[in-house]
């Protein structure tokens, strides 16, 4: 640093240019680069009032990072470059000028490696800048370029705690916190053909989540496609703030509110495809964070054939259904599909002569004939309300979206006692760990034993692509390579199915999921385990024993049959 910053300014432009001619030549520059469209307009107006302001607004059209556009800027006006970490590291010299001064015209003096001042600039062509920065310190000062947010960051960390001049804040940004602006630019064209774009480039790739993440280096969009994410460019040309505002505002948040997480929901046609998406805001270090599920109304027939079950397990699933009472849990992580296999059983149990009432968070799939509640805990609508109030509405049929808390689990269990068929989920990694679970939130064993018919545990697995999916022979260094693939129960020479790649599957080898299961059916022999000190490794023995096909054993199914591959089973389920 001490090198870069010995040196003088070496501008190739005459003082007598200004800062404007010198933001379009600079403009012209990029386009040659491609790093600017050739469309696009250069700001105008924005240099009369602080040339850096001009060169910000150029850098939102380009298509370069902060650190990157810094970069071409050193180069083209011939100044050394100096990086965030430099800039905290150096003897600052902040405690010499105002503020307001330093925010509103974005530098940063500082003391140089050799003991010299010097000043960090987002723009060189800003000679005002550097003659007032000349005239505190008493003598001429090199100047080095850094990008617009090192010098931000670099001034909150300087001058963030020093409260003497709250005005100097408020105006530098004054620009951000205008609302009405923020909005009128969130309904702009750009904007909104961007985040529309992003929509439809979600939809056309199956993705089931879209998350929006601003960092240093710039805002970031990846895509779950198939429960990994996947990497896409991010909006070109639009400001990542004015983005979340637009999300904000199909969603109905508050888009002044940036320091507290917020939640929404809308209704939104895409392309040809109607869908409900759930929006989750999350303030970060750099902005704020967006997660945005897409759920499509019209996701196709639910049935048990389309889940991936087992013949068996299918067979042990029906006749739970016939049952007339008791709970029957389904068991997992997040986003392992059970909402789906929740779905799926109502609509095969939704019959005219049954009265069936949900209470979800979110409701993610419609049912013509199934009273389905939204939960609502800042208005006092939690699972538990939900449940108290169901028993008084002469339902057959209660579903609850998940077993949180004591009391929900308590009052599922008084429902199932009570002559009603109760569905639920519960976070846990297999079938027999749902009992000592519920245990764990306080349900009686003589009530757990008198109510619980069945837990069904699942997990995702990628299926292959059936148009580039390849089939070979296991070898020896397959066993080397994975020592788990002999205890899965693969031999040698064995037929597997590998992914390979191809344009149906966008090179990844898999298109859609497919559930992997274990039915565990509480028979006597796992009914007489339930107590006070229940052990689920003893529970998941006895049902193995009497013909319970584990999740692992089910994905090896899946992968014989050509469904998945090895590699996918392992990735999801644990060996045991």
């Known amino acids: 640093m001490a090198n870069c910053l010995s040196l003088a300014i070496l501008h190739r432009h005459g003082s007598n240019i200004m800062p404007a001619d010198l933001t379009l030549e600079f403009a012209n520059y990029l386009r040659d680069k491609n790093h600017l469209n050739g469309d696009s307009a250069v700001p105008n107006g924005a240099a009369q009032s602080g040339g850096n302001r001009a060169l ?156 929006i993440e601003p960092f240093r280096s710039g805002l970031t969009v990846r895509l779950r496609i198939d429960g990994l994410l996947r990497a896409i460019p991010p909006p070109a040309g639009v400001l990542p703030q004015a983005i979340i505002s637009r999300i904000k505002i199909l969603s109905g948040l508050n888009i002044a509110e940036r320091r507290l997480p917020q939640d929404g929901a809308a209704q939104l ?54 049952l007339p009472h008791g709970m029957i849990v389904v068991t997992g992580p997040t986003g392992s599909g059970k909402t789906t296999t929740l779905a799926t059983v109502l609509s095969i149990l939704n019959e005219p002569t049954r009265k069936i009432l949900t209470i979800e968070d979110p409701v993610e799939y419609e049912i013509p004939g199934v009273n389905q509640s939204q939960a609502k805990p ?120 590998e992914p390979k790649g191809c344009e149906r599957c966008g090179g990844t080898g898999y298109r859609g999921r497919v559930g992997v299961f274990e039915v565990l059916k509480i028979d006597e022999s796992v009914r007489g385990l339930i107590n006070a000190q229940t052990d689920g490794n003893a529970i998941d023995r006895a049902a193995v024993q009497a013909g319970m096909t584990t999740m692992v054993d089910d994905g090896v199914a899946k992968c014989r049959a050509g469904i998945t591959s090895a590699s996918e089973v392992l990735r999801v389920t644990t060996i045991r």
């Open 56 to 211: 910000q607004k150029l850098w939102e059209l380009t298509d370069l990072s902060a650190n990157d556009f810094a970069d071409e800027v050193a180069a083209f006006f011939r100044v050394p470059r100096i990086t965030l970490q430099d800039l905290l590291s150096a003897q600052p010299l902040t405690e010499r000028f105002s503020q307001r001064f330093l925010r509103e015209m974005l530098v940063f003096p500082f003391r140089s490696a050799g003991g010299e001042p010097a000043l960090a600039v987002a723009d060189p062509s800003d000679h005002a800048a550097a003659r007032a920065a000349a005239i505190v310190l008493g003598r001429d000062v090199p100047i080095a370029v850094a990008s617009f947010e090192d010098i931000e960051t670099a001034l909150d960390q300087r001058l963030g705690n020093d409260v003497a001049a709250p005005e100097a804040r408020q105006s530098s940004y004054a620009r951000e916190d205008d609302i009405e602006s923020l909005r009128d630019l969130a309904s702009g064209a750009p904007v909104v053909r961007a985040v529309s774009d992003l929509l439809e480039k979600a939809v056309e790739l199956r993705a089931s989540d879209i998350h």
């Open 269 to 322: 046609h895409v392309g040809k495809t109607d869908l409900d998406i759930r929006v989750a805001i999350m303030p970060t270090q750099h902005g704020e964070s967006a997660v945005i599920r897409l759920l499509p109304t019209d996701r196709g027939l639910l049935a048990i054939e389309r889940l991936g079950f087992l013949p068996p397990d299918e067979r042990k699933l029906r006749d739970l259904l016939k």
């Open 378 to 497: 800042n208005i006092g609508l939690t699972f538990a309300a939900a449940m108290r109030a169901f028993v008084r509405q002469d339902p057959d049929v209660i579903m609850v979206g998940e077993v949180r808390d004591s009391e929900t689990a308590h009052i599922a269990v008084h429902a199932a006692l009570t002559g009603h068929l109760v569905l639920t989920t519960l976070h846990t990694e297999t079938a027999a760990a749902a009992v000592p679970r519920l245990l764990d939130l306080g349900v009686e064993g003589f009530l757990l034993k008198s109510t619980l018919r069945a837990v069904i545990a699942q997990r995702l697995v990628r299926q292959l692509c059936d148009r580039c999916k390849v089939k070979r022979d296991i070898r020896l260094i397959d066993f080397a390579d994975d020592p788990r693939l002999r205890a899965l129960g693969f031999k040698l020479g064995e037929a597997i199915y």
